[in-house]
């Protein structure tokens, strides 16, 4: 279809239609305030897929089998903004607990992987992050293997983390050591970019997954797991079955890091606070 200029005005039933599929596909909750959001950043889709008003675009979201529209629409509302070391608090306490960790034989000999798992990695910033603050640790134990999980709804921004690649200058919340250490320069599209080692980028798996889903299908828990600056777009219904589920998939004696504007003071969960932001599952 052609690109056409004169779509309809976004109408308070449209938005309470969108609203309610983003909320029962992805948990994030839109509230009554970001109408003129949703108008903006759809706006552009829209013409682009010759669409005349609003309520055909639903329709086709809701009709498209292969959830690549839903995809989409649901990145188009969400806020992408990371950096690499993000709230570098957690990063620094993720080393310090290692670094206890492998100081105990006991832990040591019973363990044979460190798996950490990024619930919604982006654009990869957090897992690559994590790879290589953990990697530091990890090369005074190289019987232990680095295994993370990057998962995120996006395939388009899994697809850009799969990559691996940076812009020069976001380098700049990157430690010099680990700048020097983990990252080459490369030409890309005729531009000079920075690229993760592929020593580091072999340990991440990037997978989708919906933090909606009933269960998450994993056998083994995790050391870490990271889910930061995603509550905050969930009602407490939502945070609460979400800390409860990824609370099952923590082994006794790991750690859950949320965002910095995140707290779990008013969700029932069995986990011990640690400091703000960091919370333990209890050894036994």
């Known amino acids: 279809m052609g690109v056409l200029q004169d779509i309809r005005e976004l109408t308070r039933e449209e938005y309470q239609l969108f ?15 970001k109408m003129q959001l949703v108008r903006a950043r759809l706006g552009k889709r829209l013409r682009a897929g010759g669409f005349r008003s609003y309520r055909a675009y639903y329709e086709y979201v809701k009709n498209d089998k292969s959830g690549r529209e839903l995809c989409y629409l649901i990145d188009a509302i969400s806020t992408n903004t990371t950096h ?28 044979r992987q460190l798996r950490i798992w990024s619930t919604a990695c982006s654009s990869g910033e957090e897992p690559h992050s994590i790879a290589m603050a953990a990697d530091d ?10 295994k993370i999980l990057a998962t995120d709804i996006s395939t388009r ?4 983390a799969r990559a691996g690649l940076y812009e020069i200058h976001r380098l700049g919340t990157v430690p010099e050591a680990f700048r020097r250490r983990y990252f080459t320069r490369v030409r890309h599209k005729g531009q000079v970019f920075a690229r993760l080692c592929p020593e580091l980028q072999r340990c991440i ?23 930061r600056n995603v509550m905050i777009y969930f009602d407490r219904p939502t945070q609460q079955a979400l800390v409860s589920k990824l609370v099952r998939h923590i082994r006794p004696g790991g750690y859950l890091m949320i ?13 011990t606070y640690v ?6 599952r209890p050894a036994s």
């Open 19 to 33: 609203r309610r599929l983003v909320y029962e596909q992805s948990g994030i909750n839109l509230g009554d305030h």
């Open 84 to 111: 690499l070391f993000r709230e570098k608090q957690h990063f620094d306490f993720m080393t310090e607990a290692l670094r206890r960790w492998l100081r105990d034989s006991k832990w040591r000999s019973a363990h």
């Open 137 to 146: 640790v990890l090369r005074s134990a190289p019987e232990i293997e680095l």
């Open 157 to 160: 921004m899994l697809d850009r």
């Open 205 to 227: 798996t990037f997978a989708r997954l919906n933090l909606m889903a009933p269960e998450f299908p994993f056998r083994r828990p995790f050391d870490f797991i990271f889910c």
């Open 259 to 271: 965002g910095h504007a995140e707290s779990l003071n008013a969700l029932e969960h069995p986990l």
């Open 275 to 280: 400091r703000p932001t960091i919370y333990q």
